[in-house]
C-alpha cells in the first residue's frame, strides 16, 4: 500500500494482540515500524520478528524516544495499548483512574506532542484502538466501557477538528478478538465476545481496509454498525436487551 510505504509508523501495546498485528502489517507494507510495549522482551521479540525498531515503555512517555528512532517524524501512531478493567459502579477508585489514564489520557498526551508538527506538515495519521464497547458498551467493565467511550469521543473530537488540516484519523472498534484481553474480560467476554471472536489479523485487515478507502469507523465486525444504529434509534429496546444479557451472566453465577 502506497499510502504507508515509507511511513514512520509507531504501535503501541505492541508486544502481543491487535498490536503485534498492527505492527506486521505495517510492516508488510513498507513502513518503518517503532514497536512499544511495557514489557521490553515482548516488544524487542515483535521488534527482530518483523525489522522493526523497539522502543519500550509507557505508551504516554514515548513519542519523543519513538521520533527520534524514526530519524525525525512520526508519520502513523497507533494508539493501541488499553486495558480491559472490569468491575463496577464501586470498582476501586484507583482502578477508574488507571483506565482512563491509559484508555483516554495516553491518546491524549500522544496527540498533544504529534499534533504540532503534523499540522505544520499537513499530514499524518492516528489511529485509535477504541472497542466496539467504546460504541455500545461490556457487561461487567464500567470503568472500560466508560473509558472506551472517551476514547472513541477523542478519536472523533480530533477527526472533526482537524481533517481539514491533513490529519487522518480511524477510530477501531471489535467485538470480540482473541487475545490476552479477551481472557481478561472472564466469564463476560465468555459469555458476549468468545462466540464471534475474530483474529487479531483481521482487525488489521479491518485497518488497511479503511485507510485505502479514508473510512474513520473501522468495524472489523460489521454487525456493530447494526446494533450503533439500534442504541441510537431505539434506545429503550437497546438497554432492555442489554438488560437480558446482563441477567443472563448473573445468573450464569458471574
Not at 473501522?218 to 441477567?247: F, K, S
Amino acid at each position: 500500500m502506497s499510502t504507508v510505504q515509507g511511513a514512520g509508523v509507531v504501535v503501541t501495546g505492541a508486544g502481543g494482540g491487535i498490536g503485534a498485528a498492527l505492527a506486521r502489517r505495517f510492516a508488510a507494507e513498507g513502513a518503518r515500524v517503532v514497536v512499544n510495549d511495557l514489557d521490553p522482551g515482548r516488544t524487542k521479540a515483535v521488534a527482530d520478528e518483523i525489522g522493526g525498531i523497539p522502543v519500550p515503555g509507557d505508551a504516554s512517555a514515548v513519542v519523543e524516544e519513538a521520533r527520534d528512532a524514526l530519524g525525525g517524524a512520526v508519520d502513523v501512531w497507533c494508539a493501541n495499548a488499553g486495558l480491559a478493567s472490569p468491575g463496577d459502579a464501586f470498582a476501586d477508585e484507583e482502578v477508574w483512574a488507571a483506565a482512563w489514564d491509559v484508555n483516554v489520557m495516553a491518546h491524549v498526551r500522544a496527540a498533544r506532542a504529534l499534533l504540532p508538527d503534523w499540522l505544520e506538515r499537513g499530514t499524518g495519521r492516528f489511529v485509535s484502538t477504541v472497542s466496539a464497547a467504546g460504541l455500545l458498551t461490556m457487561v461487567g467493565a464500567a470503568p472500560y466501557s466508560v473509558s472506551k467511550h472517551g476514547a472513541y469521543a477523542f478519536a472523533e473530537w480530533l477527526s472533526l477538528t482537524y481533517r481539514h488540516r491533513g490529519l487522518k484519523v480511524h477510530a477501531i472498534c471489535p467485538q470480540g478478538v482473541r487475545t490476552d484481553m479477551l481472557t481478561a474480560a472472564g466469564s463476560a467476554g465468555e459469555l458476549v465476545l468468545a462466540p464471534t471472536a475474530i483474529e487479531p489479523e483481521d482487525v488489521a485487515d479491518a485497518l488497511f481496509d479503511a485507510i485505502d478507502t479514508d473510512r474513520f469507523l473501522v468495524l472489523p465486525h460489521p454487525e456493530v454498525a447494526g446494533y450503533y444504529r439500534a442504541r441510537a434509534t431505539d434506545p429503550e429496546r437497546w438497554l432492555g436487551n442489554m438488560n437480558h444479557i446482563q441477567r443472563k451472566w448473573e445468573g450464569a453465577g458471574a
